[in-house]
């Protein structure tokens, strides 16, 4: 199954880069039914590559990734290679890409999680994954967005390519 999910925020690509791969999920927000909540993202290793370790931490455990592409500032790709979730032994496996593109407002990412269930009622379990995983993605550009995007009167003149509302693939 695939989800995908797209959000302009008005910061160049360079800026929301390392976001990708260090940061802190500080913004409220609402997690229930056992949906774990992003803390952050890093880079056990400190530099960014082909082969080299991501780690995305939630209150509820760990899951550790391999990065299969790395084209900064523009694209990264990476796998699952273990979790300590409760829910990872009904996961056969989970992919992720991010695609930043430049636009005159700021800069559209997007986000592609590609993943299959395992077991007894696997696309029931499928289904509960997606609404569980569209809710991270959600939270985690919220935050992304909070972090890079320049705060309310900062700026000296509001461009008007950015105004209304994001849209949401």
């Known amino acids: 199954m695939k989800i995908c999910t797209s959000r302009v925020i008005r910061a160049s690509c ?23 909540r992003p803390v952050a993202c890093e880079l056990p290793e400190a530099e960014g ?18 990065i299969t592409e790395w084209q900064p500032p523009y694209r990264l790709r990476f796998r699952m290679v273990s979790t300590d979730h409760a829910w990872g032994r009904c996961v056969d496996s989970i992919e992720e890409e991010f695609i930043l593109d430049q636009e ?21 379990k499928e289904a509960l994954f997606y609404v569980g995983l569209k809710r991270v993605h959600l939270f985690v550009f919220k935050n992304w967005r909070d972090q890079a995007e320049p705060k309310r009167g900062s700026e000296k003149a509001a461009d008007p390519a950015s105004a209304g509302s994001p849209s949401d693939r």
């Open 14 to 36: 360079e800026r929301l880069w390392p976001l990708l791969t260090n940061s802190q999920m500080t913004a409220p927000g609402c997690f229930c039914l056992g949906i774990p």
């Open 49 to 66: 590559r082909v082969g080299a370790e991501r780690r995305c931490v939630s209150d509820r455990g760990t899951v550790t990734q391999v």
């Open 104 to 124: 005159p407002g700021g800069t559209r990412m997007t986000r592609v999680t590609t993943f299959a269930a395992r077991g007894f009622l696997r696309l029931f």
